[in-house]
């Protein structure tokens, strides 16, 4: 019995190399006939939506793939490479990510445009023990002293919030009821009568915090000149003094597209200026021209949001095409909806509170980190 299952086993292993070697051969053979190697990496490439290692089947598979990348985007360093391996990190197609990376490499900061929203984008979406962090509206939200504002801006979230993310109704669809949301809790930030001092003291005792690394990201696209949008449907007036308090001052290079509110003569809060800045209008139509101008000049997009809108910021843009930008959307805890953002977005972030993956690109695409 011992000798027949050696024989057994033994034949096995032969009919497998019978099999394999002469699939190795070919598979050499055409590789040295010129574009044949670079047509099967992209094909091995194209459509395969992970670089995680589970996504091949065996050691030569993972070995092929790691060849295919190097040799297909030679200026994409393997330090990038690795970090998009991570778990957390999901890339919709990896072919045609990695060309746009590439792309974007190759012709340098001086033609890069980064857009990003502000709220649990640049922002963390909760902390280290997974409580959530504030949005700007929230700040008047978790305020002891405007509890009835709070309470009333809290039941509109719980109105509206479920509308915003239901993946069954289409942006037609949530359209209106975002405009109410956001008309009515403007409407009742008005009627408090906040003036400018109190709104810096409610900012600076806020649960608002910057993704771990965002600092050092905001630092390397300021020193290199590239203009970064910070395209938000929250309060602009709290983005910038939010930035002035933890930076110092608001980056010389950022441009803050958002709803911007009117204070009067006696520096209170009396309306908010058009347009209207929700969710899910986040494009070129609610941009003002000198905005507009700056973002037409410039031939790569690097583009970061969260919500189920974000991916539409560069829609409308002068000399863009939304399926030419870079999109990295971060899914913070909801799970259900990976589909939808694996669908819209070239890059989906899981539950990281860091700007780790977009500082890796840009880091490859500006030079050597500092």
Same mark, same amino acid.
């Given at each position: 019995?011992?000798?027949?299952?050696?024989?057994?086993?033994?034949?096995?292993?032969?009919?497998? @190399?019978?099999?394999?070697?002469?699939?190795?051969v070919a598979t050499v053979?055409?590789?040295k006939i010129p574009g044949?190697?670079?047509?099967?990496?992209?094909?091995?490439?194209?459509?395969?939506?992970?670089?995680? $290692?589970?996504?091949?089947?065996?050691?030569?598979?993972?070995?092929?793939?790691?060849?295919?990348?190097? *040799?297909?985007?030679?200026?994409?360093?393997?330090?990038?490479?690795?970090? #998009?391996?991570?778990?957390?990190?999901?890339?919709?197609?990896?072919?045609?990510?990695?060309?746009?990376?590439?792309?974007?490499?190759?012709?340098?900061? &001086?033609?890069? !445009?980064? =857009? &990003?929203?502000?709220?649990?984008?640049?922002?963390?979406?909760?902390? %280290?023990?997974?409580?959530?962090?504030?949005?700007?509206?929230?700040?008047?939200?978790?305020?002891?002293?405007?509890?009835?504002? $709070?309470?009333?801006?809290?039941?509109?979230?719980?109105?509206?919030?479920?509308? %915003?993310?239901?993946?069954?109704?289409?942006?037609?669809?949530?359209?209106?009821?975002?405009?109410?949301?956001?008309?009515?809790?403007?409407?009742?930030?008005?009627?408090?009568?906040?003036?400018?001092?109190?709104?810096? *003291?409610?900012?600076?005792?806020?649960?608002?915090?910057?993704?771990?690394? +965002?600092? +050092? #990201?905001?630092?390397?696209?300021?020193? $290199?000149?590239?203009?970064?949008?910070?395209?938000?449907?929250?309060?602009?007036?709290?983005?910038?003094?939010?930035?002035?308090?933890? !930076?110092?001052?608001?980056?010389?290079?950022?441009?803050?597209?958002?709803?911007?509110?009117?204070?009067?003569?006696?520096?209170?809060?009396?309306?908010?200026?058009?347009?209207?800045?929700?969710?899910?209008?986040?494009?070129?139509?609610?941009?003002?021209?000198?905005?507009?101008? @700056?973002?037409?000049?410039?031939?790569?997009? =690097?583009?970061?949001?969260?919500?189920?809108?974000?991916?539409?910021?560069?829609?409308?843009?002068?000399?863009?095409?939304?399926?030419?930008? @870079?999109?990295?959307?971060?899914?913070?805890?909801?799970?259900?909806? !990976?589909?939808?953002y694996m669908d819209k977005?070239?890059?989906?972030?899981?539950?990281?509170? &860091?700007?780790?993956?977009?500082?890796?690109?840009?880091? +490859?695409?500006?030079?050597?980190?500092?």
């Amino acid at each position: 019995r011992e000798a027949h299952s050696n024989s057994f086993n033994s034949e096995n292993r032969s009919m497998r @190399l019978h099999v394999l070697v002469p699939l190795l051969v070919a598979t050499v053979a055409a590789s040295k006939i010129p574009g044949t190697h670079n047509m099967m990496c992209k094909a091995k490439l194209q459509g395969k939506d992970s670089l995680e $290692a589970k996504a091949p089947k065996t050691q030569f598979d993972v070995k092929f793939r790691e060849t295919c990348v190097a *040799e297909l985007f030679p200026r994409i360093p393997r330090a990038l490479t690795q970090t #998009l391996r991570f778990g957390h990190v999901r890339v919709k197609d990896i072919y045609t990510t990695f060309t746009k990376i590439n792309n974007m490499i190759g012709s340098g900061p &001086s033609k890069l !445009l980064t =857009i &990003s929203d502000f709220d649990h984008t640049m922002s963390r979406a909760y902390d %280290e023990k997974g409580e959530s962090c504030w949005t700007t509206h929230g700040i008047f939200e978790h305020t002891a002293s405007m509890a009835d504002l $709070a309470v009333k801006l809290a039941a509109l979230s719980a109105k509206y919030k479920p509308i %915003e993310f239901n993946s069954s109704m289409t942006v037609e669809q949530k359209i209106p009821h975002m405009e109410a949301w956001w008309g009515e809790s403007n409407d009742l930030i008005v009627a408090k009568g906040i003036n400018r001092t109190l709104l810096e *003291e409610l900012v600076q005792r806020s649960n608002v915090r910057m993704r771990d690394n +965002a600092p +050092a #990201l905001l630092k390397k696209l300021e020193d $290199a000149h590239v203009p970064l949008i910070m395209f938000s449907a929250g309060i602009g007036d709290i983005i910038s003094v939010f930035f002035s308090q933890r !930076l110092g001052a608001v980056p010389s290079n950022m441009h803050i597209v958002s709803n911007m509110m009117v204070f009067n003569n006696k520096d209170v809060v009396s309306g908010f200026k058009p347009p209207l800045i929700h969710s899910f209008n986040k494009n070129g139509k609610v941009v003002d021209k000198e905005t507009m101008s @700056l973002m037409s000049k410039k031939e790569n997009v =690097i583009l970061m949001g969260d919500s189920m809108g974000d991916h539409h910021m560069i829609d409308g843009v002068k000399n863009h095409r939304g399926q030419d930008a @870079l999109k990295i959307g971060f899914l913070n805890k909801k799970d259900d909806l !990976l589909k939808f953002y694996m669908d819209k977005y070239d890059i989906v972030i899981v539950d990281d509170q &860091s700007m780790d993956v977009p500082r890796a690109i840009i880091d +490859a695409v500006i030079g050597v980190r500092k």
